[in-house]
């Protein structure tokens, strides 16, 4: 993802505590109240410019959406769509997604997304990637006994890495698609990278991995 210096980004974040949650640590344990409801929470992290977890709440109202991005000059742009969209069933946290144990009490996130997550490719970053052990143990104390993990990427590599890690954590993998666009899927809500790279003829991967008690 290419950074913008966006100097404005701050504070527009700032003028719009509607969509975007400015204290996320004192809601944890009290998203249901944040929203107003006791629907599902479903999070994506790394939710870049927005356009996947935008889609995703306007095709099912029934669930509550947190984006989840690490740089305010990229969740700018995702708070535009949302601010156009006006869904109540969206929240956007401009946090760092290492740190969601101190957002969320165990048990209140339902689902994780990760989209086309950087790859960090050498080994020796190995930790970084967001399907590495710890960032796995991170979601399960998220939530409750079967929470998913649902992974999309263009990423070979990745995507292969992400498999094992996943099996070796002891998930269940409950679907793996090695062309996505070509699966016969449905519903599938595309990101921007998702259309940038597909519209390049590069495949696309999709797996689902489940947490067993
Ligand atoms: N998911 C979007 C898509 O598919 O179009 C964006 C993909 S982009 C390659 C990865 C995004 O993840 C970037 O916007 C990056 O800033 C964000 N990111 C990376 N590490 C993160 C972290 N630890 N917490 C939150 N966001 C992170």
């Given at each position: 993802?290419?950074?913008?210096?966006?100097?404005?980004?701050?504070e527009k974040l700032d003028?719009?505590?509607?969509?975007v949650?400015?204290?996320?640590e004192q809601e944890k344990g009290q998203?249901?109240?944040?929203?107003?409801?006791?629907?599902?929470?479903?999070?994506?992290?790394?939710?870049?410019?927005g356009q996947f977890v935008t889609g995703m709440a306007r095709q099912n109202p029934h669930i509550n959406y947190i984006g989840v991005e690490l740089y305010e000059s990229v969740i700018v742009t995702a708070l535009d769509r949302l601010i156009e969209a006006d869904l109540p069933n969206l929240k956007l946290l401009n946090v760092d997604g290492a740190e969601l144990m101190n957002y969320f009490e165990k048990g209140e996130v339902d689902r994780v997304y990760l989209n086309f997550s950087d790859?960090?490719?050498k080994t020796r970053h190995a930790k970084r990637r967001l399907t590495y052990k710890s960032f796995l143990s991170l979601y399960e104390?998220?939530?409750?006994?079967?929470?998913?993990?649902h992974f999309k990427t263009d990423n070979q590599g990745l995507f292969e890495y992400s498999l094992k890690s996943f099996s070796e954590y002891g998930m269940l993998l409950t679907f793996v698609s090695l062309d996505l666009h070509n699966s016969g899927?449905?519903?599938?809500?595309?990101?921007?990278?998702?259309?940038?790279?597909?519209?390049k003829g590069q495949r696309i991967y999709r797996s689902e991995a489940k947490f067993q008690p």
């Open positions: 993802m290419r950074l913008r210096n966006k100097p404005w980004a701050r003028a719009h505590p509607q969509y949650v400015l204290n996320p998203w249901n109240k944040t929203f107003n409801n006791d629907q599902p929470i479903h999070i994506e992290v790394g939710t870049g410019k790859p960090w490719p104390s998220l939530m409750p006994d079967g929470g998913e993990v899927f449905e519903g599938n809500v595309m990101t921007e990278y998702e259309e940038k790279f597909s519209a």
